[in-house]
Every structure is written in structure tokens, then in C-alpha cells.
T-cell receptor, first 117, second 116 residues
Framework: DTEVTQTPKHLVMGMTNKKSLKCEQH?????MYWYKQKAKKPPELMFV???????INESVPSRFSPECPNSSLLNLHLHALQPEDSALYLC????????????????FGSGTQLSVL | AQTVTQSQPEMSVQEAETVTLSCTYD???????LFWYKQPPSRQMILVIR??????QNATENRFSVNFQKAAKSFSLKISDSQLGDTAMYFC?????????????FGQGTILTVHP
């Protein structure tokens, strides 16, 4: 199994809603990542988890709350989002954190397309 | 800090022809790696090829090869015998070794369209 699975594929939410994005991998990877991507732009790193601990937070607003309950699962909890948060949210994983081994290959999911109304 | 420049926002090529995507970067690191990722319409980013900066030999993966010019800080991707499935957005990304950041800095991307 070399897949990173993200659910849901599409999500529409209001600015007062609370929702969660889910990411799962069963490759035994110990690093997991959240990226945000606007249309026709490169992905921008949001968070990195390494061995289930948050190792990088790229100054992301607190309305985005990541969680890594175990080595296979990564969640992104959303609350009080703004319309400008509408984007594709990509999850990725690698065997170890790219900070430890820089030539690590990232495995990406297909993303969750989020629309905030 | 690293900067990446992909100067071709969009390119097109006929099926079976060869196309080269350019990438230049700037880094103060001596030890680093370079990656090309593609993002087809399915939205899933896929690693195309990677190059270790201390290796002089250019990396090759089937129809994909790189032209790595370390002194010029250039890392172009050549796609031979282009196929319709190569239609995607391509991102160049350097990654420094020996840092604690683990960040991958993507260029702005090149949208490649392969025409039948």
C-alpha cells in the first residue's frame, strides 16, 4: 500500500462551522505534512509532524488546528474559517522528516478541495 | 533561505516530441537535493525525479532526465517522447540537507500541455 488517503475530497463550510480533514497512510511513515494550495500556485507548507509530534508550524492561524493521534493518521480541524481559506489542502507523508534526510520522497494524497462561504 | 524560479508559466508540446522545463534556484547550502514533482489534473503530486547536488552525473528516470548545472544553479527537466499523461503542472523544489526545517520550497510551477 503506497497510498495517502484524504477525506473528504470536497468540503463546503460556512464561516461558523467546525469541520475536520482526515489523512491516512499505512506505509509506516513517521513524518506527515499539511500543505495549502491555491489554484495554479505551488503548495505552501502549513504543518509538519515527526514521530507524532508537531515539529513545524509555519505561523498558521489558530483557526487551523492539526492533530496526529497515531503514526498513521493526521487530522486538520477547522473552525471559524474565512473565505480566503478556500483552497486545496494536501496531505503528504515520508519515511522520516525531510529535516533528517533531505532526499526523502514525499507521498501526496489527492487533497481536499475546501470552499468557505 | 532558498529561492526557486521557474520562468515558463505555461508550455505545450506535441505527443512524442521532447520538451525542456527550466528551473533556477539560489541556496547558501553546500549539501542539498533537487526535486521535480508533477501535479496532473487528479491533483495528486507525484515525484518525477531527484538529483543529489554533490553528484555530477545527471539523474535519469525512463523518459525523464535532468540537466544539472551546479555552478549556474540550474536544474532543468527534459521529457522525451512526450505522452498525453505527461500533461500536468510541474514544480521544481530544492531541499537543503543537514537542516532541522524539513521544508520543501516549490517553484511557481510550469503548466505543461501535451497535444495529440
Amino acid at each position: 500500500d503506497t497510498e495517502v488517503t484524504q477525506t473528504p475530497k470536497h468540503l463546503v463550510m460556512g464561516m461558523t462551522n467546525k469541520k475536520s480533514l482526515k489523512c491516512e497512510q499505512h506505509m509506516g511513515h513517521r513524518a506527515m505534512y499539511w500543505y495549502k494550495q491555491k489554484a495554479k500556485k505551488p503548495p505552501e507548507l502549513m504543518f509538519v509532524y515527526s514521530y507524532e509530534k508537531l515539529s513545524i508550524n509555519e505561523s498558521v492561524p489558530s483557526r487551523f488546528s492539526p492533530e496526529c493521534p497515531n503514526s498513521s493518521l493526521l487530522n486538520l480541524h477547522l473552525h471559524a474559517l474565512q473565505p480566503e481559506d478556500s483552497a486545496l489542502y494536501l496531505c503528504a507523508s515520508s519515511q522520516v522528516n525531510m529535516g533528517f534526510r533531505a532526499n526523502e520522497k514525499l507521498f501526496f494524497g489527492s487533497g481536499t478541495q475546501l470552499s468557505v462561504l | 533561505a532558498q529561492t526557486v524560479t521557474q520562468s515558463q508559466p505555461e508550455m505545450s508540446v506535441q505527443e512524442a516530441e521532447t520538451v525542456t522545463l527550466s528551473c533556477t534556484y539560489d541556496t547558501s547550502e553546500n549539501n542539498y537535493y533537487l526535486f521535480w514533482y508533477k501535479q496532473p489534473p487528479s491533483r495528486q503530486m507525484i515525484l518525477v525525479i531527484r538529483q543529489e547536488a554533490y553528484k555530477q552525473q545527471n539523474a535519469t528516470e525512463n523518459r525523464f532526465s535532468v540537466n544539472f548545472q551546479k555552478a549556474a544553479k540550474s536544474f532543468s527537466l527534459k521529457i522525451s517522447d512526450s505522452q498525453l499523461g505527461d500533461t500536468a503542472m510541474y514544480f521544481c523544489a530544492p531541499q537543503a540537507g543537514g537542516t532541522s526545517y524539513g521544508k520543501l520550497t516549490f517553484g511557481q510551477g510550469t503548466i505543461l500541455t501535451v497535444h495529440p
